[in-house]
């Protein structure tokens, strides 16, 4: 939708998180067909800054939030370990201005998650075709892995993809990445944290037997 000079509606105001009226007061427009609007939110008061700006590859306009820097990304998953969150709170940062960038360091975050799931991390490809081998390890988590491999190496290549795409799917890679964690790492500490509450008598003999 193209927002025409002067504006009202309702939307989810980025500072309260409530759905509300706004209105929209256009502050600049350049002839590269680019407007910025000051967004009043009535339920909170506060302002919000919006770039408004066309998609050259399908003739539609599109809305960003300028300010405040905020993120849309979900938050990282809670047994994440400490070096694939920094690298995934960086990327939820950034998204704000660049999903390219977004996407490059979760293609990264992937690569060291890729460590802490027993692989050496030096060849991201081959680190999710050795994970694909193991017993646990699902053909939705290898398909999910190599989304997040593909479409981050694609970020930096020009020409791979077009940025409305990278876009679109930047989000959802977030998803993943989360995704992995929790059945990779939660579920697995999950089962072992019940299993260990057993009796360890009746443990011992199931594991014989299962040795066996």
């Known amino acids: 939708m193209k927002v025409e000079n002067d504006y009202s509606g309702t939307f989810s105001c980025p500072l309260c998180k409530q759905k509300s009226r706004f209105y929209a007061h256009q502050l600049l427009y350049s ?19 919006w770039k408004e700006f ?8 599109k809305v960003k939030l300028i300010d405040p820097i905020t993120s849309s990304a979900p938050s990282p998953a809670e047994d994440m370990p400490e070096d694939v969150r920094k690298d995934f709170l960086e990327a939820s940062l950034v998204s704000i201005y660049s999903s390219k960038a977004a996407a490059a360091l979760l293609r990264l975050s992937l690569q060291k998650l890729c460590k802490h799931l027993g692989q050496p991390g030096k060849n991201i490809n081959e680190d999710i075709r050795a994970l694909a081998k193991e017993e646990g390890f699902s053909q939705r988590l290898v398909k999910a892995a190599d989304t997040v491999r593909i479409i981050g190496n694609n970020a930096v290549h020009p020409g791979e993809m077009n940025d409305e795409d990278i876009d679109d ?3 959802g890679l977030f998803q993943l ?6 059945t990779a790492i939660t579920e697995p500490k999950k089962w072992n944290d019940l299993y260990d509450k057993a009796p360890e008598s009746k443990r011992l003999a199931a594991e014989k037997q299962d040795a066996s």
Request: hydrophobic share 35%.
């Open 31 to 49: 002839r590269s067909h680019t407007s910025f609007y000051s967004v009043d939110c009535n339920a909170c008061a506060k302002h919000s800054l």
């Open 54 to 61: 066309i998609q050259h590859h399908n003739g539609t306009f």
């Open 169 to 171: 799917v930047c989000h």
């Open 177 to 182: 990445v989360n995704l992995i964690v929790s």
